[in-house]
C-alpha cells in the first residue's frame, strides 16, 4: 500500500519568509509524487510532479521539492512566501499497484502573514 | 472552456433521495476518476474507471455507484442520500501516456439534509 503523511495540519509564515511543508511517503515501490494546491472555494491544481527523473523538481509559482529516497520524503519549499500562496496543500502519492489513482495526504493550511 | 466539467456544482437535498452527479471532460482521456473531500480528511477515492468497460471500487465505495457512458463521462450516484454523505465531490482523468497526473473538475459541494 502506498500513503503520504503530512507532518503539520498547519503551517504560519509571514509574507517574505521561506515555506516549507513536510511529507513522508511509504511505498514498496518507486512512486510518483505530487503536490496540489486548493486556495479557498477552488479546485485543485497541481503545483509539481515527480516521476523517477531528477530529485529536485521544480514547480509552478516559485514552489520546488526534493525527493529523498533515504528520509521517505518530499518536502514542498519556497524561498519567499507571498500573501496569494495562502492555501491547502496536498501532498499525494500514486502507483502502479493502486490503479494510478491518487492516495491524497490530510493537508496542510498555508497562512500568510503580513 | 473548462477540460473536466461538473454537474451540478452545488446541490442540496433530503436523506433518502436518490441523487447523479455528473462529469464531463474534453481531453480524450482514458481514465476517470470520483474523489471526496471532507475537512481534514483530504481526498479519499471512490471509484475509478480504466475505460467504457473497466470500473472499480475505491477507497469509500460504500453507498455509491458509478456509469461510465462512453470515454468522456463518467456519473457518481447516491441511490439513497445520507447526511455523512455532505462533502465536496471532484472527478479527475488521466491519460495513460502522461505520468498519470490527473486534472481535476471543479467540484460539486453536496449537501444532504
Known amino acids: 500500500a502506498q500513503s503520504v503523511t503530512q507532518l503539520d495540519s498547519h503551517v504560519s509564515v509571514s509574507e517574505g519568509t521561506p515555506v516549507l511543508l513536510r511529507c513522508n511517503y511509504s511505498?514498496?515501490?518507486?512512486?510518483?509524487l505530487f503536490w496540489y494546491v486548493q486556495h479557498p472555494n477552488k479546485g485543485l491544481q497541481l503545483l509539481l510532479k515527480?516521476?523517477?527523473?531528477?530529485?529536485l523538481v521544480k514547480g509552478i509559482n516559485g514552489f520546488e521539492a526534493e525527493f529523498k529516497k533515504s528520509e521517505t520524503s518530499f518536502h514542498l519549499t519556497k524561498p519567499s512566501a507571498h500573501m496569494s500562496d495562502a492555501a491547502e496543500y496536498f501532498c499525494?502519492?500514486?502507483?502502479?499497484?493502486?490503479?494510478?489513482?491518487?492516495?491524497f495526504g490530510k493537508g496542510t493550511s498555508l497562512l500568510v502573514t503580513p | 472552456d473548462a477540460d473536466v466539467t461538473q454537474t451540478p456544482r452545488n446541490r442540496i437535498t433530503k436523506t433518502g433521495k436518490r441523487i447523479m452527479l455528473e462529469c464531463s471532460q474534453t481531453?480524450?482521456?482514458?481514465?476517470m476518476y470520483w474523489y471526496r473531500q471532507d475537512p481534514g480528511l483530504g481526498l479519499r477515492l471512490i471509484y475509478y474507471?480504466?475505460?467504457?468497460?473497466?470500473?472499480n471500487k475505491g477507497e469509500i465505495s460504500d453507498g455509491y455507484s458509478v456509469s461510465r457512458q462512453a470515454q468522456a463521462k463518467f456519473s457518481l450516484s447516491l441511490e439513497s442520500a445520507i447526511p455523512n454523505q455532505t462533502a465536496l465531490y471532484f472527478c479527475?482523468?488521466?491519460?495513460?501516456?502522461?505520468?498519470?497526473?490527473?486534472?481535476f473538475g471543479p467540484g460539486t459541494r453536496l449537501t444532504v439534509l
Open positions: 479527475a482523468t488521466s491519460d495513460t501516456l502522461a505520468d498519470y497526473e490527473q486534472f
Open positions: 511505498s514498496s515501490y518507486s512512486p510518483s
Open positions: 515527480y516521476t523517477s527523473a531528477a530529485t
Open positions: 499525494v502519492v500514486s502507483g502502479f499497484f493502486s490503479g494510478y489513482a491518487l492516495n
Open positions: 481531453k480524450g482521456h482514458d481514465r
Open positions: 474507471s480504466f475505460d467504457v468497460k473497466d470500473i
